[in-house]
């Protein structure tokens, strides 16, 4: 039995992309024999009781920021550096974005165990300042002493790339590991819309610019007030509520769109799944563009004809033809025209959703996934590491 520690202090919580990923951890569990240990920060909220879960105290995993520049200082809890000892490998969180995740690559390193670390954001980066400089070299160190990288995607390497970290070494770390899908969770309901002839399209989001919901709205406002027997539903909360709300309002739609908060994720199933059409128009900004699109594939996952931008990481999500609808970012006559005409065919749109559904069983599957991390970490263990020294 091989024993993982998760070193994922301070970027861990339920309600998140990591609650997705924990089912692929308790595949690992229950099909391959893996015994997986978490460790978290006090403050994080996480629970899961597939795992063992230790948490620790802020001060035991906080490192200085400016201090990091030039050395990164070990583990000082005693507890903590014998679980890292005790384990057969680390898997930490991107050292580009956290700096524990160095302090995690560090301490693997130093207890001579392979590591790696899992990075799902692609949005180009361009940083030449000279804190940058700094902190580049103890970040290409911590990559060097890395025995893999775990990407949802094949553009995380671009911004790697970006920032002027990728070679030929480095690049051959990575696993393009994708996101999972809970396919049995995740399954085709029965329509509303069979009771009450309510077509039901559904959004999904926080309620943020980057998002376009304001351009879901545009686009469906002639519809929802040509046709008696169409709704939007929004779920999703953020800055941008008290907006759409107004502009809902003003365009005398309060009937017709539907705000609901956030539910628990177990829930969003059924939801999903009862609706008709599903719409996520995420748009492309300087510092932020869809990294992978999770709630896409949970709905495509229940069968739901999905109409999508390219933004970010979606075409490599998405990518084979007519298992969901592309349309361009921000353009507003494009979208409507692909909605209204997915509204007006049931049958296309049961075609859509079927060949969606088949399309995430067999790229997003839990067991599919797993099946991958699993090669992956046996591949990284039979390699093992050579101690070069710490960071």
């Not at 679980?83 to 693997?108: C, H, K, R, W």
């Not at 065919?345 to 959703?353: A, H, I």
């Amino acid at each position: 039995m091989s024993h993982l520690l998760f070193f994922r202090v301070g970027a861990i919580a339920n309600e998140s992309a990591f609650e997705a990923m924990s089912l692929i951890y308790q595949c690992l569990q229950e099909k391959y024999g893996y015994q997986i240990t978490i460790v978290k920060s006090e403050h994080d909220n996480y629970q899961n009781e597939a795992f063992k879960i230790v948490s620790i105290s802020e001060k035991a995993w906080k490192v200085n920021k400016y201090l990091s520049l030039f050395l990164m200082p070990g583990l000082q809890d005693s507890s903590l550096k014998r679980m890292f000892a005790e384990a057969d490998g680390i898997v930490t969180v991107d050292p580009t974005v956290y700096s524990q995740g160095l302090l995690g690559i560090n301490e693997a390193q130093r207890a001579g165990k392979p590591v790696w670390f899992d990075t799902s954001i692609t949005v180009p980066e361009t940083r030449r300042d000279l804190m940058w400089k700094l902190q580049r070299r103890g970040i290409l160190k911590a990559l060097a002493q890395t025995t893999g990288i775990i990407a949802t995607g094949p553009k995380c390497l671009e911004r790697f790339r970006d920032l002027d970290l990728l070679d030929e070494a480095i690049a051959s770390k990575f696993t393009i590991m994708g996101h999972p899908a809970d396919t049995q969770r995740f399954v085709p309901q029965p329509k509303l819309s069979a009771q009450d002839g309510i077509l039901r399209v559904l959004v999904v989001s926080r309620l943020v610019t980057e998002k376009g919901l304001l351009y879901i709205l545009e686009a469906m406002t002639p519809l929802l007030r040509e046709r008696n027997n169409l709704q939007l539903q929004l779920i999703g909360t953020g800055p941008l509520k008290s907006l759409l709300s107004r502009e809902v309002s003003e365009r005398a739609l309060e009937d017709k769109v539907l705000f609901r908060n956030p539910v628990p994720h177990a829930q969003l199933a059924e939801i999903i799944g009862s609706a008709d059409l599903f719409v996520s128009h995420a748009v492309s900004t300087s510092g932020w563009e869809e990294y992978f699109g999770a709630c896409n594939i949970e709905a495509m996952s229940c069968g739901l004809p999905c109409v999508l931008t390219s933004s970010g990481g979606t075409p490599y999500t998405v990518r084979e033809k007519e298992v969901a609808v592309m349309v361009e970012d921000r353009h507003i006559i494009q979208l409507r025209t692909v909605i209204a005409q997915l509204l007006d065919s049931e049958s296309e749109r049961l075609e859509m959703g079927q060949r969606a559904r088949n399309y995430v069983e067999r790229y997003y599957a839990v067991a599919t996934i797993a099946e991958k991390y699993h090669r992956m970490l046996q591949r990284g263990m039979a390699l093992g590491i050579t101690r070069t020294g710490s960071i």
